[in-house]
């Protein structure tokens, strides 16, 4: 496994601008989820996928942001018009629905790190 | 809903000190218990985990038992290195079959481990 990679590492932008973020799993890993992490928090959930099927959304996923995941392999979140409050660390993690060592078990990726000025 | 409650940080130890790092939880179900680690400038990464009462996880000397009388999960080491200095989250994990796995996690607590 070559581990989780996102892209870009670090982010900065101007209030109004979208942005768009890319996460690459664990090879065959059926599972991506997309957290948020502010400063001196711990992540919070924002959305998985299983497959290509996106299959739960956290109410903290305002309609400005969106996830895909076509074909089931890399994922994108956009935000839309962001906003200073948006300015966090998102990160990506990837696992294996069943079968094989480590099943369930959530492997992280560096994050992005997001500053809306 | 689901929560975690850690131990207050920072956390400033001296080499080869005892390290406790409390945790305790709310959860519907039977949780799965996790500790991940974040060093600087890295991602989380899993330290270890316990998926049912009275489960020991460890790794890398790092201990943490599964208390389901005392919904805890407190993170132990008997001798810390400075090498250890990071971010400790406590997490959980309910869910099973075809259900959403999210995990839930503690805010963290900063370890500073000083020669």
């Known amino acids: 496994d070559t581990g989780v990679s996102q892209d870009p590492r670090h982010k900065i932008t101007k209030r109004g601008q979208n942005v768009t973020f890319r996460c690459d799993p664990i090879?065959?890993?059926?599972?991506l989820y997309w957290y948020r992490q502010t400063l001196g928090q711990g992540p919070e959930f924002l959305t998985y996928?299983?497959?290509?099927?996106?299959?739960?959304k956290s109410r903290l996923l305002s309609d400005r942001f969106s996830a895909e995941r076509p074909k089931g392999s890399f994922s994108t979140l956009e935000i839309q018009r962001t906003e200073q409050g948006d300015s966090a660390m998102y990160l990506c993690?990837?696992?294996?629905?069943?079968?094989?060592?480590?099943?369930?078990?959530?492997?992280f990726g560096p994050g992005t790190r997001l500053t809306v000025l | 809903g689901d929560s975690v409650t850690q131990m207050e940080g920072p956390v400033t130890l001296s080499e080869e000190a005892f390290l406790t790092i409390n945790c305790t939880y709310t959860?519907?179900?039977?949780?799965?218990l996790f500790w991940y680690v974040q060093y600087p400038g890295e991602g989380l990464q899993l330290l270890l985990k316990?998926?049912?009462?009275?489960d020991k996880g460890s790794n890398k000397g790092f201990e943490a038992t599964y208390r389901k009388e005392t919904t805890s999960f407190h993170l132990e080491k008997g001798s810390v290195q400075v090498s250890d200095s990071a971010v400790y989250f406590c997490?959980?994990?309910?869910?099973?079959?075809?259900?959403?796995?999210?995990?839930?996690f503690g805010k963290g607590t900063l370890l500073t481990v000083n020669p």
């Open positions: 993690a990837s696992s294996r629905l069943a079968g094989g060592p480590g099943t369930g078990t959530q492997y």
């Open positions: 090879s065959e890993h059926n599972r």
């Open positions: 996928f299983q497959n290509e099927a996106q299959l739960e």
């Open positions: 959860a519907t179900g039977y949780p799965s």
């Open positions: 316990a998926t049912k009462a009275d």
């Open positions: 997490a959980l994990r309910t869910g099973w079959g075809g259900s959403n796995y999210k995990l839930t």
